[in-house]
Each structure stands twice: as C-alpha cells, then as structure tokens.
C-alpha cells in the first residue's frame, strides 16, 4: 500500500525526464511493522538477486531487465502481492515492476515469483516518489497500477496522500501517450479526490464517465472480498495518457 509525506526540493532526473519537484520528505509509503517469515526470508536469499533491481540514479534498461523488449508496467506499493503476481501472471506479453519498501510484502512477492514461475515480474525495495524521478524515463510506460494506497483517513492528514497533483503529473510524465494510470481504493472520500485530481491533470483523459468498471485483470483480493460481502464499495479509476 502506498501513501504519501514529502520528497527532496530537487531532483535527479534520468535522460528525457522533466519530473516536478516534490516538497521536501514526499514518501511513497507509510512505515509499519511485520515480520519476515521463514519462506519470505529463503525467497528474499534466493530470488533477490535476480529479481530485485538495485535502486540507482540511472535509467532502467528493460531489455536487459527482463531479457525483451515489451511494455513495462509500474505498481506502486503492491502489498504482499498477490494481486500483482496474479496479474502478472494474467498478461505474460506485458513486463511488470512492483515498487515496495516493506521487506515481508517484498519476500512475499518473490515467494509468488518462485512458485508461480513468473518470468515478467521485478521488484524495486525503494521510495517510489525516487524511482520515478531517477529511474523512470519519461514517455516510456505502458501502465501504472497504483491499487489501495493509505487514505489517510482524517482531514487533517489527506494532505499525506499519494494521489496528489504533482505526483499525477509526474506519473503522466512517465507514461507513454495512450499509456494508462489505474487507481483503486475502498475508501469513498478518496476515491473522489483521486476523481477530481485525475480530472485535473491535462496530459490525462477518463476512460469513463466518472469511476470505471474493475477491469478484468485485475483480481479481488480476499481484504476487497470480505468488504463486499459487508457492503463495502470499491472504486475503480482509469485514465489514458492524450496521444
């Protein structure tokens, strides 16, 4: 899951890029606890080095990276990524990268790569926010999925969201033209900033009146499943980069 603070005043940007600046301290996450398990800890010894990309202040090659030349799709904060091997999984002819901070979901995504034998899936254990602006090209993404980021519930925190009109910029930034950004969230407040701040942006437009249908790619999870059989909402955002 992915939330936001605050990111450097400047920013190192590779080749082609002309990221916003963020305020200081914008993060991409929010600091919890959990506990490695022994199998997270074997696939973290056994697959981390050829499944975790370093992080560098330097453009992801992704031939070399994933061995083709396909489209490359971005997660931010994928969790213990269950979804994220699911999908991946679900649409081989894409490569896909998941960017998380919080070794158990890192472990456990790489324990899912191992059983699942996943050959379009990579993982960055870093900030986000930084990925994008040191590693990300712009105009050279399929997708973004950025799926139940923190909704910082109380007023007087929704200033530490991710989705926030600097960031969505950036991100739009990053996407290839006709490249997608989708957002979900169970939260209804959120949804409808998420709304209204994707509206904004100008490089972007809704495949949707409004919030978009779940698309087929992308599977419940058991937390989204036991929220809607206690008649919880889920909504679902897809935006298209303008050609």
Known sequence: MSTSDQAPDTETTPEGSEAPAFPRGIRSYVMRAGRTTEGQARALAELGPTHIIPY???????????????????????????????????????DFIGCEVHEPGVGALLKHIGEMGLTNLRVIQHDAVEVLANMVPTNSLHGVHIFFPDPWHKKRHNKRRLIQPK??????????????????????????????????????????????DKPAYRPLTKFENRGLKLGHGVWDLVFRKKD
């Not at 091997?85 to 649409?91: C, E, F, Y």
């Not at 490249?179 to 949804?191: I, N």
């Open 56 to 94: 560098a202040v330097q453009a992801l090659d992704k031939g070399a990276i994933f061995g083709r030349q396909a489209p490359v799709v971005l997660e931010i904060g994928f969790g213990m990524g269950d979804a994220t091997a699911k999908i991946a999984q679900g649409l081989p002819d894409i």
């Open 167 to 212: 960031l969505v910029a950036q991100l739009t930034s990053r996407l290839a033209p006709g490249g997608y950004l989708h957002c979900a969230t169970d939260w209804e407040p959120y949804a409808h900033q998420m709304l209204e701040v994707l509206s904004a942006e100008p490089g972007l437009v809704n495949t949707a009146e409004g919030f978009a």
